[in-house]
């Protein structure tokens, strides 16, 4: 894994950083928050197909685990 990654930024990308960043936080910062956001809209979506496939489920149906 690279311990730095290049990015040119488009006119575009410089507006959403514009935007984005918050007081006193480095462009740097701005894309770790973004990425960490990233992560956890995946980690969401898989939580929601999970509870999608166990919609059925009836858990007072299955036998005590004790």
């Known amino acids: 894994m690279p311990s730095s990654i290049g990015f040119r930024p488009t006119a575009e990308d410089e507006r959403i950083l514009r935007e984005a960043a918050?007081?006193?936080?480095?462009?740097?910062?701005?894309?770790?928050?973004?990425l960490?956001?990233?992560d956890h809209?995946?980690?969401?979506?898989?939580?929601?197909a999970d509870a999608d496939a166990l919609t059925g489920e009836d858990v007072n149906a299955e036998p005590e685990a004790w």
Do not use: K, V, Y
């Not at 918050?22 to 973004?34: I, Y």
């Not at 809209?41 to 929601?48: A, M, T």
């Open 41 to 48: 809209e995946r980690w969401l979506q898989q939580f929601r």
């Open 22 to 34: 918050q007081p006193g936080e480095s462009t740097s910062d701005t894309l770790r928050r973004a």
């Open 36 to 38: 960490r956001l990233l």
